[in-house]
Antibody, heavy 129, light 107 residues
Framework: QVHLVQSGAEVKKPGASVKVSCKASGYNFTTTDINWVRQATGQGLEWMGWMNTNTGKTAYAQKFQGRVTMTADTSTSTAYMALSSLNTEDTAVYFC??????????????????????WGKGTAVSVSS | DIQMTQSPSSLSASVGDTVTITCRASQSISSYLNWYQQRPGKAPILLIYGASRSQSGVPSRFSGSGAGTDFTLTISSLQAEDSATYHCQQTFGLLWTFGQGTKLEIK
């Protein structure tokens, strides 16, 4: 069975950095991407970016460019998300999610639909002075 | 960034009803639209991908439609366990975005 197990809650001061881990099991880690999504209390989901665990290629939402780094250790099937220069607005639950692609025949050629099919339970990060 | 706007922000319905949630993209995203369900305190669950394709194991009362900029999620024969927040997400190109969510309450 596919599982993503995330690291525990973090409490940080403004200006600090945080690194959240996401350990995968039950599938071949390097065959799919890992996405990171966050959610502040009472707010919607906010996509932060994804990482191709095979090539190391990343794509980050513009909002987080320069502050976020996504990495992976394929030897332990673990993905990491580091966020620097934290401020109180970064207080949120951070989720990792497996990203998969389905190829679907179209009238001409194919569609390649991306989606997140398995999610971790989330890691609470609190930023407070 | 492509902006996604969901409506309504919240709604209330009874068991057995049919409800529709809409999601509008700020530009055409073809069929690159997913829907997720999220219960309080839990991680989201994938319902629909590619605008209309059901994820394995999702009850048939959940269906999606649309293409281009306008999309809908329809939940028929509402059950009590459908009380949740529903999120749309576009995956057109490399940078993705979610809508703000629609909270569904079952009376």
């Amino acid at each position: 069975q596919v599982h993503l197990v995330q690291s525990g809650a973090e409490v940080k001061k403004p200006g600090a950095s945080v690194k959240v881990s996401c350990k995968a099991s039950g599938y071949n880690f390097t065959t799919t991407d890992i996405n990171w999504v966050r959610q502040a209390t009472g707010q919607g989901l906010e996509w932060m970016g994804w990482m191709n665990t095979n090539t190391g290629k990343t794509a980050y939402a513009q909002k987080f460019q320069g502050r976020v780094t996504m990495t992976a250790d394929t030897s332990t099937s673990t993905a990491y998300m580091a966020l620097s220069s934290l401020n109180t607005e970064d207080t949120a639950v951070y989720f990792c999610a497996r990203g998969v692609v389905s190829r679907v025949a179209a009238a001409v050629g194919y569609y390649y639909f991306s989606y997140m099919d398995v999610w971790g339970k989330g890691t609470a990060v609190s930023v407070s002075s | 960034d492509i902006q996604m706007t969901q409506s309504p922000s919240s709604l209330s319905a009874s068991v057995g009803d049919t409800v529709t949630i809409t999601c509008r993209a700020s530009q055409s995203i073809s069929s690159y639209l997913n829907w997720y369900q999220q219960r309080p305190g839990k991680a989201p669950i994938l319902l629909i991908y590619g605008a209309s394709r059901s994820q394995s194991g999702v009850p048939s009362r959940f269906s999606g439609s649309g293409a281009g900029t306008d999309f809908t999620l329809t939940i028929s024969s509402l059950q009590a366990e459908d009380s949740a927040t529903y999120h749309c997400q576009q995956t057109f190109g490399l940078l993705w975005t979610f809508g703000q969510g629609t909270k569904l309450e079952i009376k």
